[in-house]
């Protein structure tokens, strides 16, 4: 179902399903999906980089809490290991420009995915029309924008560079030599605490039967 609401003056804004395209915005559509393929793609490689590196008897086990939902805070870890951190110096120079990278497509990744699609606009250039809608307190804000077809392949591109870059790097990471490089001498009580938590892992979890369902 699709409808039409008005929020002020001759501003309206469509909702409801968007089922179809219509047949000159299927290069915008595909472009898109393309992009949001390769965006989960350069994202989950990201995230092993950082997970495979994230272990106490590592140098680089000593991070604070691992982010596991902000974008923004696992780029900011990927800069303090892989741009700053001594162990890591044969990958600087890249992993700077790959930060660089990272910041401009997760800007394009958030207009994209949290914005409203309100059709296509002819052109020239031919566009696909957008709307943001806010709240400031109780004051109701709308922003437009459009996309146009360049600029949703120059996002694919981007991410296809990050995607590439970060597989050189991964390539790297993962052989035997490049963890054992990174391997940190652990003191008694380290060794006997990291027994421990292997030893607790592999107990079976206590299950708490209630007879009746909490109030």
């Known amino acids: 179902m699709a409808i039409s609401i008005v929020l002020g003056g001759e501003k309206h804004i469509e909702l409801g399903a968007i089922e179809y395209g219509p047949e000159d915005g299927l290069p915008f559509i595909t472009a898109l999906g393309l992009a949001y ?3 989960g793609r350069m994202e989950q490689t990201l995230e092993f980089l950082l997970r495979y590196t994230d272990d106490p008897r590592l140098a680089t ?3 604070p809490k691992f982010p596991d939902t902000s974008f923004r805070f696992k780029v900011k870890l990927f800069k303090k290991l892989y741009v700053k951190h001594p162990r890591f110096s044969q990958f600087h120079e890249a992993a700077e420009s790959i930060v660089v990278g990272l910041k401009k497509a997760n800007e394009s990744r958030v207009r994209v995915v949290h914005c409203n699609f309100q059709g296509f606009d002819p052109g020239p250039p031919q566009a696909m029309k957008a709307v943001i809608v806010k709240y400031k307190g109780s004051d109701l804000q709308t922003l437009d924008g459009t996309w146009t077809f360049q600029a949703l392949q120059e996002f694919n591109q981007l991410l296809c560079f990050l995607n590439n870059d ?18 940190r001498p652990l003191s008694q009580t380290e060794r006997a605490i990291l027994a421990i938590r292997r030893i ?3 107990l079976p979890r206590l299950r708490i039967e209630r007879p009746f369902p909490l109030a």
């Open 37 to 39: 393929l390769n965006w």
């Open 166 to 183: 970060l597989a050189a790097i991964t390539a790297k990471v993962i052989t035997p030599e490049f963890l054992q490089s990174l391997e």
């Open 200 to 202: 607790l892992s592999r």
């Open 61 to 63: 086990g000593a991070v």
